[in-house]
């Protein structure tokens, strides 16, 4: 089966609106309390990852970009419902439309000088790599296994992550704020309880979103928390508050912080966000090394020296973005048959059997998304591009409990 993976995609503005493109937008000219003139400025030079641009994503993307941020990488598979308009900043004429792409042309007419880049597609399909210029992640999305991947990859990258949430019958929002800097604080898996893990067991999704779906919920979804555009409003101006506050240290502290304000009381509430040692997810940091381009015209065994400095160890598990190892492919033939090379997810196209005539397809026991060494073989020389890999963006290698992140050189820091 053939589907049509998500691309990253820079987004540039229409012809007619280059012209009259005006470079960032004027920056806040007003002196913060306490600041030197100017605090703001330093948003010019970060770049903002956000996972979920509905209804509080889509909002803090859209009031960076009036701040003048960056770079903006925007992240949603989803697209613009009817019950969306009730919560969320669009019109009429947006419904269809892909969140991220829509999001990232309104960013990028609001300020032209941003890069602005979209990805139509799930987190888990994006290059971790995508995410690692990154000056801090922001998430609000409406699965909690999402908010799991997105947590991950921000404790690998120690990136500040700022997840922004509503709950809509209470009028709550809350903001955390995930510092991640010494790997000794909380990721958002730290802090489920046995409620969550229900709900994450059953994929339930936790949407602002209205309509007959919320009317009358199916079994695999969540208590509606179908919500009013004011609170959603609301997390997303506290979300950026946070965010200013924690990146341009404006104030108190707000690493490892939830902020809490409810509608009824107009009450907020500060209170520590903290690790739990059996949290499931990965709580160790991974190095970055890069080597000299073109990487897929190196071979395993070839990066790894260049990046590390000594070659790669017997245990040495690797993971190339986008790509899965796959060992064996099936047909109609009764034994499976040998392929021994790296396929691009959603692309697996490995042509008919020229026995059989059928199609072959990667089998599941025989396909890796993180390959050993010892699987690996005398194809750790090869070069990738020879292993089936056109362009690798990065490659994950682990060892032990360490693991690295190498890319390709040069790595243009502004560059989403
Ligand atoms: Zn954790
Ligand atoms: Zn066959």
Redesign the pocket.
């Known amino acids: 089966m053939k589907t049509n993976p998500a691309r990253l995609e820079e987004v540039a503005l229409p012809r007619r609106a280059q012209q009259r493109a005006s470079g960032h937008p004027p920056p806040p000219a007003m002196a913060l309390l306490g600041c030197a003139a100017g605090a703001l400025d330093g948003l010019r030079a970060l770049l903002i990852a956000v996972i979920g641009c509905g209804s509080i994503g889509g909002r803090i993307a859209v009031l960076l970009a009036r701040m003048g941020l960056g770079g903006l990488l925007l992240v949603d598979p989803k697209s613009y419902k009817p019950a969306s308009l009730p919560t969320h900043e669009i019109d009429p004429e947006d419904v269809g439309k892909s969140k991220a792409q829509a999001v990232a042309r309104r960013c990028k007419a609001v300020s032209p000088a941003t890069r602005v880049a979209a990805f139509p597609g799930p987190v888990e399909a994006l290059d971790l790599a995508a995410m690692a210029d990154a000056s801090a992640v922001v998430m609000a999305p409406d699965l909690l296994s999402v908010e799991i991947e997105a947590g991950q990859r921000s404790l690998w990258l120690s990136k500040p992550l700022i997840h922004a949430s509503v709950h809509g019958p209470t009028l709550t929002v809350q903001v955390r704020l995930f510092g991640n800097a010494g790997g000794a604080g909380a990721c958002p898996r730290c802090l489920y309880g046995r409620a969550e893990l229900d709900l994450l067991a059953r994929q339930a999704r936790f949407s602002c979103e209205g309509g007959p779906a919320a009317a009358a919920p199916r079994p695999h979804e969540a208590p509606a928390t179908n919500s009013l555009g004011a609170i959603c409003s609301m997390a997303a101006s506290l979300g950026v508050l946070q965010i200013l506050r924690h990146l341009l240290g404006l104030g108190e502290p707000v690493a490892d912080t939830m902020l809490e304000y409810c509608g009824f009381t107009h009450r907020t509430v500060i209170s520590p966000l903290e690790r739990n040692p059996k949290c499931p997810s990965d709580h160790t940091r991974l190095g970055q090394a890069a080597v000299s381009e073109p990487l897929a015209g190196r071979s395993l065994a070839e990066a790894v020296q260049q990046a590390t400095g000594v070659p790669a160890p017997p245990d040495a598990q690797f993971e190339i973005a986008g790509h899965d190892w796959v060992e064996f492919a099936?047909?109609?033939?009764e034994r499976p048959?040998p392929v021994r090379r790296f396929i691009a997810r959603g692309r697996a196209d490995l042509g008919?059997?020229?026995?059989?005539?059928?199609m072959?397809v990667p089998l599941q026991f025989h396909t890796y998304r993180a390959v050993s060494a010892a699987i690996l073989g005398a194809a750790i020389g090869r070069p990738l591009r020879r292993l089936g890999v056109r362009r690798a963006v990065s490659i994950l290698l682990r060892t032990g409990d360490a693991g690295t992140l190498i890319r390709p050189q040069p790595a243009n820091p502004s560059s989403p």
């Open positions: 099936g047909c109609g033939c048959a008919q059997c020229p026995r059989c005539g059928a072959r």
